[in-house]
């Protein structure tokens, strides 16, 4: 094992705490899963179910995807260019990730934050949620400021090579994080810290639509990390080279370009934003819908290769050859099956006259399970298979575990996302503490939510093997190298640079594309003056 002392120290401080996140997190969905069913115990009161809505989504929406995000790119990078990153700079980004969601939590598990992980004003939380938000912020920036410095010192040694393909997609992660972050830090200081110590009045309708700029290209930042570790383990796993490298970058590229202006497709229902505004939001939604499916074609073609050179024949006769039963592979393309369900709900809900029905609506919680909660979190499962083996120097406590896992998830997610589309499309709102409304509910949004129920523990429980797994290969497994059989470490060829390689370029675009996408809504609002209102504490009571 080749030694990268403090950035292996570093993925694996960030990697167990982000294990932490998911763990608290699944069990914070488990106990608003039964609440929320209709037949079964409500385990904690409204107030409580708030709560736990919020850690539920913070834990895993923000902390289990960051940490592991840095963790990742920590192992990652130094490996595939040889360059070390700043150890000063990486203790930093850590000690203040982890008390920015160190203050954050305590207030949610305190009960003092029910604003949800979307923490939309007039809602107010306790202040140290916002400045733990902030806190945390800075210190990805920190970590983004150490893998580019490492990245320019190696660009300047390495002038006309094309990078890495996984280490472009970590560069592509965080410029994404970078357009996204900046504006939500400002709202959260110039309103919504005021409104939490010194119950200041603020605009519902301004502080949202920041958000929204922030919260779309979120959805990017967990996506793209996925996206280049498929790149990187499905090709090496499989011993070809991936089909095409050059689609793989215009992947990336469109993901830099179009995954800021388009948080308007989550405001369509909202008043006082115009026609014209969420149409351009439309088109640039339908733009960043497009390297998901070359990111698909790209890999099933890298796939239907290597299953070919295995012997597959017929139309799908090489599927069978692939590895199914190595977890890293099979967790990756489970994860890509269901992005596929995910993508097809998500096109469903960018349409304007679709959105109607779909939004706020149980819908909208099936597709982020299968976008998040599955491409991304499944992906990141079998990216551990691999990496904490390989971090820690064991062997996996269980491989026969570690194969089962991933198919369990995928089931119990198909089952549970599905019924939820279904009760979606029957009218059933998301993020209410008594779905039924009390028996005044209609009797057809019962079975759906049993059914949904019965998959969330199917995948729970796969979690639950997921964390128990990972537990037993850092405290008790016995030494060894498996990260590597079960992941080869290929080193790849690299060519020359061309324009698809230009960082700077395509950041550009981007950001006079963000100027045309988001000052547009902007003015409209500002144009016609802000109608701030008092804030809402966690008890429904107004606190200005
Ligand atoms: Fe989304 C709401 C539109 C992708 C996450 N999205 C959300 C929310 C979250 C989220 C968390 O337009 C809720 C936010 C909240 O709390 O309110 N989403 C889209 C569109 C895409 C999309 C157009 N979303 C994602 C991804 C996410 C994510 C990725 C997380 C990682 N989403 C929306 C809209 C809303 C929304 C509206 C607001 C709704 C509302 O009203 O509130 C696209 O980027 C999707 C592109 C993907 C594809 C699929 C490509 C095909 C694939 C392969 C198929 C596999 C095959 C088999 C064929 C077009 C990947 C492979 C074979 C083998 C052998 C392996």
Redesign the pocket.
């Known amino acids: 094992m080749a030694d990268f002392g403090h950035e292996d120290r570093f993925a694996r401080v960030s990697i167990v705490f982000s294990f932490i996140a998911l763990g608290l997190g699944g069990l914070f969905g488990l106990v608003q899963l039964i609440t929320r069913t209709p037949y079964m115990p409500k385990l904690v009161n409204e107030a409580g179910y708030y709560a736990v809505l919020t850690g539920h989504?913070v834990l895993m929406?923000i902390v289990w995807t960051a940490f592991f995000i840095m963790g990742f790119a920590a192992y990652l990078v130094p490996r595939e260019l040889g360059v070390r990153l700043s150890p000063k700079l990486l203790w930093a980004a850590l000690l203040l990730s982890v008390a920015g969601t160190a203050a954050a939590a305590t207030v949610i598990l305190a009960g003092k934050a029910t604003v949800?992980?979307?923490f939309y004003a007039p809602l107010a939380a306790h202040a140290a949620f916002y400045l733990g938000a902030a806190v945390l912020i800075i210190g990805t920036w920190i970590f983004a400021a150490a893998i580019f410095k490492a990245y320019l010192e190696w660009r300047r040694a390495n002038k006309d090579k094309e990078a890495p393909i996984a280490t472009l997609g970590v560069l592509a992660t965080l410029i994404i994080w970078l357009e996204a972050t900046p504006p939500l830090a400002f709202m959260v200081l110039k309103d919504l810290v005021p409104m939490a110590l010194a119950g200041k009045y603020v605009d519902p309708l301004e502080t949202r639509t920041y958000f929204w700029y922030f919260?779309?290209p979120?959805?990017?930042f967990?996506?793209v990390p996925?996206v280049a570790f498929w790149y990187y383990a499905i090709p090496r796993i499989l011993g070809v080279r991936l089909f095409s490298r050059s689609m793989a970058k215009v992947a990336y590229i469109l993901f830099i370009v179009a995954s800021t202006p388009?948080g308007l497709?989550?405001q369509?229902?909202d008043p006082g934003i115009s026609g014209f505004a969420k149409f351009f939001h439309?088109v640039t939604?339908?733009m960043?819908?497009?390297?998901?499916?070359l990111?698909?074609f790209n890999?099933?073609a890298t796939?239907e290769r290597a299953g070919r050179a295995a012997g597959g024949r017929g139309f799908l006769g090489w599927?069978w050859r692939?590895p199914w039963g190595n977890p890293v592979f099979a967790g990756s393309?489970?994860s890509?099956?269901l992005?596929?369900?995910?993508?097809?709900?998500?096109?469903?809900?960018?349409?304007y006259t679709l959105?109607y029905i779909?939004?706020?609506t149980m819908w909208?919680?099936g597709?982020?399970h299968l976008?998040?909660g599955t491409?991304?979190t499944l992906t990141f499962m079998a990216a551990s298979y691999a990496l904490v083996p390989s971090l820690f120097g064991r062997e996996l406590a269980s491989i026969r575990l570690a194969r089962v896992q991933p198919y369990l998830w995928f089931v119990g997610m198909l089952i549970f996302s599905l019924a939820l589309h279904l009760a979606g499309l029957y009218g059933v709102p998301?993020r209410v503490y008594d779905v039924m409304y009390g028996g005044a509910a209609p009797a057809s949004w019962v079975a759906p939510l049993l059914v949904a129920a019965m998959g969330g523990i199917v995948f729970w429980s796969s979690g639950a093997l997921f964390l128990l797994e990972m537990m037993a290969t850092m405290l008790r497994a016995r030494p060894g190298s498996q990260g590597v059989q079960l992941l080869p470490a290929v080193p790849e060829s690299l060519g020359r640079k061309t324009v698809l390689d230009s960082l700077k370029l395509w950041v550009l675009i981007a950001v006079v594309l963000i100027a045309i996408g988001w000052s547009i809504p902007f003015y409209e609002i500002y144009s016609r003056g802000l109608s701030p209102v008092p804030p809402v504490g966690p008890d429904g009571v107004k606190l200005g």
Do not use: E, K
């Not at 960043?288 to 499916?293: E, M, N």
């Not at 992005?339 to 349409?351: C, M, R």
């Open positions: 989504g929406a949800l992980y979307t919260g779309h979120l959805v990017y967990w996506l996925a388009v497709h989550h369509f229902m439309t939604t339908y960043v819908a497009t390297p998901s499916l990111t698909a890999l099933i796939m599927v692939l393309a489970l890509l099956i992005f596929g369900f995910g993508g097809i709900g998500g096109i469903i809900n960018a349409s959105n779909v939004h706020n909208i919680v597709h982020f976008t998040v491409a991304v998301r």
